[in-house]
């Protein structure tokens, strides 16, 4: 069962530093969510695309946070300059483009800043 | 306000009974409605979804839609201390997939 992978597991840096998250959504599925989220909190949307069109980035998304989806297929996600506060989980979903079908997720990366 | 809304709980049942999770929404334009499953410390499993009014099941899951009232609920009939964990309830804005998701309510289901 091929479902979404996350790579990596877990991420420690030390503050200032650059880091990249991959998604590889499940095959069939043309739409690919991020979203953050922190202790006691639900998921937070972040960004998401159809294909390689990043079809929404939320206001909250400062412009260290950068994702693309170059072929349609994986996907990353960079955080530069990372601070303290970006200490969180970070959680890839994938669906069919439909509003009714449902995201799916992976296991997520959980970054730490020292 | 936020878009979605759940009691944090915790909410603390005994095994073997009815846990009743509640959910609701401020964007009348929403048209699906999601509940997940978080275990600590993993990313969340979708459990079910429901887009009509009315009550739809699935084994011991049970979602409840009542979209005049703006209400989503889960029931989970004969608890298991294996369902302890915390229940997302998610929204999609009419119209696109972006999905809102709530705080989520903690279920402890106690032996």
């Known amino acids: 069962d091929t479902g979404v992978s996350q790579d990596p597991r877990h991420k420690i840096t030390k503050r200032g530093q650059n880091v990249t998250f991959r998604c590889d959504p499940i095959?069939?599925?043309?739409?690919l969510y991020w979203y953050r989220q922190t202790l006691g909190q639900g998921p937070e949307f972040l960004t998401y695309?159809?294909?390689?069109?990043?079809?929404?980035k939320s206001r909250l998304l400062s412009d260290r946070f950068s994702a693309e989806r170059p072929k349609g297929s994986f996907s990353t996600l960079e955080i530069q300059r990372t601070e303290q506060g970006d200490s969180a989980m970070y959680l890839c979903?994938?669906?069919?483009?439909?509003?009714?079908?449902?995201?799916?997720f992976g296991d997520g990366t959980r970054l730490s800043i020292l | 306000q936020k878009e979605v809304e759940q009691n944090s709980g915790p909410l603390s049942v005994p095994e073997g009974a009815i846990a009743s999770l509640n959910c609701t929404y401020s964007?009348?334009?929403?048209?699906?409605f999601f509940w997940y499953r978080q275990y600590s410390g993993k990313s969340p499993e979708l459990i079910m979804f429901?887009?009509?009014?009315g009550d739809k099941e699935d084994g011991r899951f049970t979602a409840q839609l009542n979209k005049a009232s703006q209400y989503v609920s889960l029931l989970i009939r004969d608890s298991q201390p294996s369902d302890s964990a915390t229940y997302l309830c998610?929204?999609?804005?009419?119209?696109?997939?972006?999905?809102?998701f709530g705080i989520g309510t903690k279920l402890q289901v106690i032996p």
């Open positions: 979903a994938s669906s069919l483009a439909h509003p009714d079908q449902p995201q799916h």
């Open positions: 095959s069939e599925h043309n739409r």
């Open positions: 695309f159809q294909n390689e069109a990043q079809l929404e």
């Open positions: 964007d009348r334009g929403s048209q699906s």
């Open positions: 429901i887009y009509s009014n």
């Open positions: 998610a929204a999609n804005s009419g119209g696109y997939q972006k999905v809102t």
